[in-house]
């Protein structure tokens, strides 16, 4: 279909299939305009691209009409990218002039998308050590449970008492339909909170297709996580999960080799077991499907255990009402840094990761394409090989998602990686790249992969020059209180001695800067030492 | 009052005061009953202690009698020690010969004795690092929330209703008195889940004051954890909790300089940024509150991130309605250890650490001494102090939890400490506590503490022995990894070394065994080096 038409525009790039782009706010807001000037505007014509602004303000002057345009738009393209955006407090209202509290867009768009799920996803960058060492995912069902809940405080004694009507009732019809009973129990505290909710389970065959299948892709063993052993009503989410697995997907898992873990079965893991599971198995390798708010702690989990929710995908999978295929929403896992906005803001430099941000842009860029007809990439196609130029948005996706982890791991990083206080700027990182997508561009990807990683000793100095005050100063404090610690318990081994001086030492020896010595700097530090 | 009785009894053993002991299942009761012969009964008379049996077998040939007595004389005694019990699956029903299911007994002890709070903290062992540096504190609601929730599967469209009767309502009564409606939602799915519980509020104010006491007596600071920006009426848990600490505890944190970390107020945190903390504070010197179902996943958390279940403690802290007055029960966070006792009764040898249980056990005699009127022991109280032999129950505890310790630090520890396969047996780690225990009481703890302590030369091969081969391979193969990966650029400094020898040396600055070197470690590797 499309592929016969992804042929270059008239400024000799690719055309970029329809994407809806939802803009936000703050620090992120202004590292997305830089990276579409500068990594996408370079390589891509995104005329088919439509862009909506959900900053409060926008959404203020609109009534919200843009938000509705924005989710309507979406429904028919399928394919969406989203910044962060701020959900107001009332402090905010005043402070931002809004002339009302505007509702979270996420809501909107799980309504209007048919939202099933949220995917998530661990990102690794090759040669750089993050916290699992292979990938692990997570499925969040997108619906019910108790976002949806409804609720009342203050509820002192009495009863409370739940029924179902098997019809739906038309408020204020005096004349009520027959009902049953679910619930009806004393309260004898003074003081209660209610609550009763739903968890809607017509579309949790198609989570959990959605589940296998990403499980498949990234050949990681599945488990199903409720709590259902005391929630017993949460059964049928186990359940339904076990019958679609039993019917399509045992085989396949089998072939793949990747029930060794569960006994060649679909597993169950209770969710409370399930939050030691995930800060044990540092190996990675497992994908998880649970509850909307069991996703939503254990999904956090995940991100501290790999280091930070800038290192986790994050997507938003609908269906469209209209002919029931998928419609995917893109975004990263963390929020709009307000306080590095704040500095920015201030004249400071800032030194911002923006891995989350454009994993997602490319991913909504790939996943547009294959909307327009286009293969998707094989598993193993070798994005980085020698053909001269990128032949399809996806290839271009695909390679610059390449290209942004090899400026990582060539030592090119964000102070998130490279220490407190050392690294690239926001600006010099988005540079390094964009040099790396025109060179790419240029001479292929593989070439200029061997080049840039001969010059290692740069990327040594890099580190030495730029050891900040700040690193410093924390370790040396962290050795004082060690020593006076020790010697509140009598022990006088980290007593005398010069901090400042160890701390230069160390500085020495701790290569990547993170304030801590691994092996490999040990061995390097070692080895000079004995010369 | 009872501290002038707590002469030695006729076989010159100390008096136990009256206490509840539940007897429980398979590897734990099997520990626990050598624990009772071997550490218990040759220093303390027990006879005022009651014992109950709930183990399956008992509590069906009882007709569950034998549970409902437990409770009451719980209710009475007020400390209470409880084994880990079972309770059934339709399986077991069916292998252990019972003639219905059982249900747990946990729900029929927070009923009975008026639940107000699950206590749990981390335990720790001086010179043993395991995943917290400093205390962890929690509490978890004891009652409320999901685990009392009413349900009902399978029901399809039509409309859901909650409503609220100011009256207690007698089922059957036709005539139903005025009803607030506290939710209505259209069901739109052909299958839901639906379900309706509530929180009763009027014991958190008791769950604050135990919280903030526990806290200032940890020396560490609070967090109330809710879900409460998203599930609002949760706002009243934090409401009680900061009414509380207002009103009582402020002025009692800052004077102990607890409130740094959160510019000295009471700090709220949202549940799933909880579960980033818990994995983040490695340093530990945190509390935390909650509601029950986030107090279950968040205290797996930090099991797992302090190593286990087995090195963190458990009480259920209830409240008389006779007198108002706290009734405390003891258990381990862990269960009956079923794949170990299939070893034992098959004849193995097992390793099992009774930390978590003994901990349980020492606790209940601590506080059947103070509910006998014999005062608690100083915070700062030396129990390792040069008296010939301990002179109530709660200083013979306290000092067999030191000895307890003192010989896992000197390297007689369970193979979970000692590394898989190593280790003393279940029955040799249980002897060598007893013998500690028998010198202890003959010679006083401290010569015997300092005399083990000066043998640091067996503590630092424990160390050695008790590196894993886990972590050791995990270092090689990083290396390994590492020096190929510089290789492939050109880069020759980590080739042609020993990567066994460079882990070893390694492993020797590694003082923490957490696979980097700190400045800590650092700074006493270097000064070692300089003698």
Redesign the interface.
């Known amino acids: 279909l499309r592929s016969s038409m992804s042929s270059s525009s008239m400024q000799g790039k690719l055309v970029a299939p329809p994407m809806v782009y939802a803009k936000g706010e703050e620090m992120t807001r202004y590292v997305m305009s830089l990276i579409l000037d500068k990594w996408i505007e370079p390589h891509l014509d995104t005329t088919s691209w439509q862009y909506f602004d959900l900053s409060c303000k926008a959404r203020d002057d609109t009534d919200d009409e843009v938000l509705r345009e924005c989710v309507r738009a979406g429904a028919n393209v399928k394919s969406i990218f989203k910044e962060p955006t701020i959900t107001p407090t009332e402090e905010q209202v005043k402070s931002l002039g809004l002339t009302k509290r505007l509702p979270s867009p996420n809501g909107a768009m799980r309504r209007g998308w048919n939202g099933i799920t949220i995917s998530r996803g661990t990102i690794h960058i090759p040669?750089v050590?993050l916290g699992y060492d292979k990938p692990v995912i997570f499925e969040r069902h997108a619906v019910g449970g108790?976002?949806?809940?409804?609720?009342?405080?203050?509820?002192?004694?009495?009863?409370?008492?739940?029924?179902?009507?098997?019809?739906?009732?038309e408020?204020g019809n005096p004349s009520l339909p027959p009902?049953?009973v679910?619930?009806?129990?004393?309260?004898?505290?003074?003081?209660?909170?209610?609550?009763?909710?739903?968890?809607?389970?017509?579309n949790v065959s198609d989570l959990a297709e959605i589940f296998f299948n990403r499980c498949l892709e990234a050949k990681v063993t599945p488990y199903v996580v409720t709590?259902k052993t005391?929630?017993?009503?949460?059964?049928?989410f186990w359940q339904i999960h076990k019958r679609v697995f039993d019917a399509k997907y045992r085989g396949r898992f089998l072939a793949a080799g990747l029930l060794g873990p569960t006994n060649g079965e679909l597993a169950h893991l209770i969710?409370?077991?399930a939050?030691?599971?995930?800060?044990?198995w540092k190996q990675g390798n497992f994908g998880m499907s649970a509850h909307n708010?069991?996703g939503?702690?254990?999904t956090?989990?995940i991100?501290?255990?790999h280091r930070s929710p800038g290192f986790v995908s994050s997507e938003l999978v609908g269906k469209s009402s209209r002919d029931g295929s998928l419609i995917k929403e893109f975004e990263a896992s963390h929020g709009t840094v307000t306080d590095m906005d704040q500095l920015r803001l201030d004249g400071r430099r800032t030194s911002f990761n923006p891995l989350g941000l454009s994993e997602a842009l490319f991913s909504a860029i790939i996943w547009a394409d294959q909307l327009a007809g286009v293969q998707p990439l094989a598993e193993d196609a070798d994005v980085d090989g020698p053909a001269a130029a990128a032949d399809t948005p996806s290839l271009f996706a695909a390679r610059a998602k390449s290209a942004l982890r090899r400026v990582i791991a060539r030592g090119q990083a964000t102070s998130d990686l490279a220490g407190a206080g050392k690294g690239l700027s926001t600006e010099e990182f988005i540079d390094a790249v964009a040099d790396e997508l025109k060179c790419s561009a240029e001479e292929g990807n593989a070439a200029y992969w061997a080049s840039v990683?001969?010059a290692?000793s740069s990327a040594a100095e890099l580190e030495e020059d730029e050891t900040s005050e700040a690193l410093r100063d924390s370790?040396v404090g962290?050795?004082e209180r060690?020593?006076s610690m020790a010697e509140a318990t009598g022990d006088r081994?980290?007593s005398g001695?010069d901090?400042e001086a160890?701390?230069n030492?160390?500085l020495e020896?701790d290569a990547d800067g993170d304030?801590?010595?691994?092996?490999?700097d040990?061995?390097?530090a070692?080895?000079?030492d004995k010369k």
Chains 1, 2 share one sequence.
Do not use: C
């Not at 976002?147 to 098997?166: C, D, I």
């Not at 939050?275 to 044990?280: C, E, F, R, S, V």
């Open positions: 040669g050590k108790e976002y949806s809940a409804g609720y009342k405080t203050n509820v002192g004694r009495g009863t409370l008492r739940t029924v179902f009507y098997p019809e739906v009732h408020p009902y049953k679910v619930y009806e129990t004393p309260l004898t505290d003074g003081d209660n909170a209610v609550v009763t909710y739903h968890n809607p389970l017509d709590k005391v929630f017993k009503w949460q059964e049928s969710s409370d077991a939050t030691m599971k995930i800060a044990q708010y069991d939503d702690m254990l956090d989990e991100s501290q255990v990683m001969e290692s370790l962290e050795l060690a020593a081994g980290l001695m901090s160890v701390v030492t160390f020896w304030g801590r010595i691994g092996i490999a040990f061995a390097r070692v080895k000079s």
